[in-house]
T-cell receptor
Framework: DQQVKQNSPSLSVQEGRISILNCDYT??????FLWYKKYPAEGPTFLIS?????DKNEDGRFTVFLNKSAKHLSLHIVPSQPGDSAVYFC????????????FGKGTKLTVNP | GAVVSQHPSRVICKSGTSVKIECRSL??????MFWYRQFPKQSLMLMAT?????????EQGVEKDKFLINHASLTLSTLTVTSAHPEDSSFYIC?????????????FGDGTRLSIL
């Protein structure tokens, strides 16, 4: 049972445009969400996070939006750059005190020059 | 930023061999490290949580006698895949958290590609 879902395995956008990566979750106990970026042959790199007490968190070109009622979060990258091309993973942890992160399968973003 | 080093990056060995993978936090102390496994086209799945100075906590379905975890210092955790078989072939990756608190992000090593012939 996939508790964190990234339904788009891939996304292609033009340089300078907005990239929107989506993530849905099913566990209502999740209260902390993270996005990681992964280049080939490297481990995931932490990008940005959001707590369930917020609905938006911004860091430079990256903004994460959280819609708790819809159990949906999205990562916006504006403007997109070719160096943003990578696999993006959404992850979540629950308020039960567990440190466990539950990951989605990832979305491969390609930013075309 | 926080750096986690994982070694080796790739292992190819015969069935029945035991393989040790090391995970080091290079510029910070990590009381807790995490071991994940990823099969092709699947998500990262937590195998176990490694706690310095105490026994690891294994996720349901993960054999603790098969996947031995040792976290003897604040900067090193090891995962040993004992008597590895072809079905153990996978991508293994560790992470460590900087500081205490659940909402501190985990920082990942670059992973180990294990291939059992």
């Amino acid at each position: 049972d996939q508790q964190v879902k990234q339904n788009s395995p891939s996304l292609s956008v033009q340089e300078g445009r907005i990239s929107i990566l989506n993530c849905d979750y099913t566990n209502s106990m999740f209260d902390y969400f993270l996005w990681y970026k992964k280049y080939p042959a490297e481990g995931p790199t932490f990008l940005i996070s959001i707590s369930s007490i917020k609905d938006k968190n911004e860091d430079g070109r990256f903004t994460v939006f959280l819609n708790k009622s819809a159990k949906h979060l999205s990562l916006h990258i504006v403007p997109s750059q070719p160096g943003d091309s990578a696999v993006y993973f959404c992850a979540a942890s629950d308020r039960g005190g567990s440190e466990k992160l539950v990951f989605g399968k990832g979305t491969k973003l390609t930013v075309n020059p | 930023g926080a750096v986690v080093s994982q070694h080796p990056s790739r292992v190819i060995c015969k069935s029945g061999t035991s393989v040790k993978i090391e995970c080091r936090s290079l510029d910070f102390q990590a009381t807790t490290m995490f071991w994940y496994r990823q099969f092709p086209k699947q998500s990262l799945m937590l195998m176990a949580t490694s706690n310095e100075g105490s026994k690891a906590t294994y996720e349901q379905g993960v054999e603790k006698d098969k996947f031995l975890i040792n976290h003897a210092s604040l900067t090193l955790s090891t995962l040993t895949v004992t008597s590895a078989h072809p079905e153990d072939s996978s991508f293994y990756i560790c992470s460590a958290r900087v500081g205490q608190g659940r909402n501190q992000p985990q920082h990942f090593g670059d992973g180990t590609r294990l291939s059992i012939l």
